[in-house]
């Protein structure tokens, strides 16, 4: 089955910086991988997602990269704000898996005022 | 994901008592998912559901079981046999052919 190795485990970024969070999975059939944001006790909230056709997907300060060779997938973001900290999650699936998401482990980003 | 809730919001189990988590969407979504996350770690699938009345265990089933009788509701029951069941409960939806996944609000279990 799929396997989700996602890294740093934390990142400490300064207030304008970027910062960037890998994820590698071990299945070269899958199709989808959605980033998603945690806050504190809240519920995981979508903030983007790429499919194995595209190379790259942009949304404002938030981008997200795909190298479907070296499978491995990337969310960058720009021009970091306090309100960006937060646990951020890759997850990776495809169709034969009935959509069940496999899941990275998290990494916790806190942005330095 | 407004359109889907979880009750409650804190749950307390004594020992040896079966509880059961509720899960509600409005999105007409067909599938249906439970996730388990302990402090640090990344979500585990505990059950899922494509179509009403059919589901399949996820990665970490044991100690829980599930039903799933109407379209909308799909409640989580996690019973004595599960013997460490303090972590925070998710439920999510998506539509049927679709990869995304709409969350709810969580449910935290604590053990008395």
């Known amino acids: 089955g799929e396997n989700v190795e996602q890294h740093p485990s934390t990142l400490s970024v300064q207030e304008g910086d970027s910062a960037v969070i890998k994820c590698t999975y071990s299945?070269?059939?899958?199709?989808?991988f959605p980033w998603y944001k945690q806050e504190l006790g809240k519920r995981p909230q979508l903030i983007i997602d790429i499919r194995s056709n595209v190379g790259e997907k942009k949304d404002q300060r938030i981008a997200v990269t795909l190298n479907k060779t070296a499978k491995h997938f990337s969310l960058h973001i720009t021009e970091t704000q306090p309100e960006d900290s937060a646990v951020y999650f890759c997850?990776?699936?495809?169709?034969?898996?009935?959509?069940?998401?496999?899941f990275g482990a998290g990494t916790i980003l806190r942005v330095k005022s | 994901d407004g359109g889907i809730t979880q009750s409650p919001k804190y749950l307390f189990r004594k020992e040896g008592q079966n509880v059961t988590l509720s899960c509600e969407q409005n999105?007409?979504?067909?599938?249906m998912y439970w996730y388990r996350q302990d402090p640090g770690q990344g979500l585990r699938l505990i059950y899922y559901s494509q179509i009403v009345n059919d589901f399949q265990k996820g990665d970490i089933a044991e100690g829980y079981s599930v039903s799933r009788e109407k379209k909308e509701s799909f409640p989580l029951t996690v019973t004595s046999a599960q013997k460490n069941p303090t972590a925070f409960y998710l439920c999510?939806?998506?539509?049927?052919?679709?990869?995304?996944?709409?969350f709810g609000p969580g449910t935290r279990l604590l053990v008395l």
């Open positions: 997850a990776a699936t495809r169709p034969e898996y009935g959509n069940k998401l496999v």
């Open positions: 999105l007409n979504h067909d599938a």
């Open positions: 299945d070269s059939a899958s199709n989808y």
């Open positions: 999510a939806s998506s539509p049927l052919g679709g990869e995304t996944q709409y």
